[in-house]
């Protein structure tokens, strides 16, 4: 079974751009998630996806979206890119259902710098 | 508010010697446990989960977890460590909000001596 894919794995930015991150889960989970991880905060959860809906956010600014697909593969996007949204951006995907959960399998993340 | 706190940011120890990497969280309502590891430019490997059930818990590798209920804490051991073991590892703590969220400690770097 094919594991959880992110494209690209590295990207280059300025300040001010937007960019699209993308992640394919795991098939058969309907559940996704982005992190952020840095030297400095770690790994901060980003926001869950379950069946098309945002369940859960983490404490980011509204410049941090996301969207899942009916296929269960998810896009985050981040406009107006400042230089300390340069970070490792890790998806994972669960099959965790509306009130169980299981581990979740993590993507090799998307290494964003932003000049 | 959920917080998941690991007490040794780095733990150096030798070859073939014991370790422990300490974990605790707090949290006011029932939560799922685990411990991940993380490879240089790599995203993270499952160790070892707890969702329920028995306290203590075996993963890959040789390393194993006990859940402690009263003292919030899930602490990861290993009786003998490899130089392959070297890496950073995460302990995390997942509940359900209505709709679930994970929290990560800040790691521990595990740095294996020949």
């Known amino acids: 079974k094919a594991g959880v894919t992110q494209t690209p794995r590295y990207l280059i930015k300025t300040r001010g751009q937007q960019v699209t991150l993308s992640c394919s889960p795991i098939s058969g989970h309907r559940s996704v998630s982005w992190y952020q991880q840095t030297p400095g905060q770690g790994l901060q959860f980003l926001f869950e996806y379950f069946s098309e809906t945002q369940r859960n956010k983490g404490n980011f600014p509204g410049r941090f979206s996301g969207r899942q697909f009916s296929n269960s593969r998810s896009e985050m996007n981040v406009s107006t890119l400042e230089l300390g949204d340069s970070a490792l951006y890790l998806c994972?995907?669960?099959?965790?259902?509306?009130?169980?959960?299981?581990?979740?399998?993590f993507g090799p993340g998307t290494r964003l710098t932003v000049l | 508010a959920q917080s998941v706190t690991q007490l040794d940011s780095q733990v150096p120890v030798f070859e073939e010697a014991p370790v422990e990497l300490r974990c605790n969280y707090s949290?006011?309502?029932?939560?799922?446990l685990f411990w991940y590891v993380q490879y240089p430019n790599q995203g993270l490997q499952l160790l070892l989960k707890y969702l329920s059930g028995s306290t203590l818990v075996k993963g890959i590798n040789g390393f194993e977890a006990e859940f402690n209920k009263s003292q919030t804490s899930f602490h990861l051991r290993k009786p003998s460590v490899h130089i392959s073991d070297t890496a950073e590892y995460f302990c995390a703590v997942t509940r359900n909000t209505g709709g679930f969220k994970t929290i990560f400690g800040a790691g521990t770097r595990l740095f294996v001596k020949a």
């Open positions: 949290s006011s309502v029932s939560v799922y």
């Open positions: 994972a995907s669960s099959w965790a259902s509306e009130q169980t959960y299981n581990e979740q399998f």
